[in-house]
């Protein structure tokens, strides 16, 4: 299976030259409702099941926190921007700030506290810009 993949592929693409291919299903209950989704990957790893595991799963953690950090944080899923390519600009605009808030040392809070602080303080607010 995984020649005939590779063998589909444009030889001088990037994702030619891959060792591996994992599939995963995610189930997720909520409300008493079950769905389940199917995800493929290709992968570099030689064939190692366990080390694909713990791979995916933490990609997933790393995206899972970010997700929640600029829903928290930020309130992404209560904006209401919708027109042309404001909602990707302002996504764009919003991981920048979760990325200079998260840079930011001196100051011992979360992001949310951070932003807090950077609208209250011209002066933070400076510093934390510097770190672009």
């Known amino acids: 299976m995984l020649s005939q993949i590779q063998s589909q592929l444009n030889p001088d693409s990037v994702w030619s030259n891959f060792n591996?291919?994992?599939m995963v299903e995610s189930?997720?209950?909520l409300n008493g409702e079950t769905t389940v989704?199917?995800?493929y990957f290709i992968s570099s790893l030689?064939?190692?099941a366990k080390q694909f595991g713990n791979s995916i799963?933490?990609?997933?953690g790393?995206?899972?926190s970010l997700h929640w950090i600029l829903d928290v944080a930020l309130k992404e899923d209560d904006c209401r921007i919708r027109k042309d390519n404001a909602p990707q600009n302002f996504a764009i605009l919003r991981h920048i700030a979760v990325n200079l808030l998260g840079q930011e040392k001196r100051v011992k809070r979360g992001i949310?506290?951070?932003?807090f602080l950077a609208g209250l303080d011209n002066n933070y607010l400076a510093r934390v810009l510097a770190l672009a």
């Open 20 to 22: 591996s291919v994992g």
């Open 27 to 29: 189930v997720r209950s």
């Open 37 to 39: 989704e199917t995800h």
């Open 46 to 48: 030689e064939s190692n």
């Open 57 to 60: 799963r933490s990609h997933w």
């Open 62 to 64: 790393i995206e899972n």
């Open 112 to 115: 949310k506290n951070k932003q």
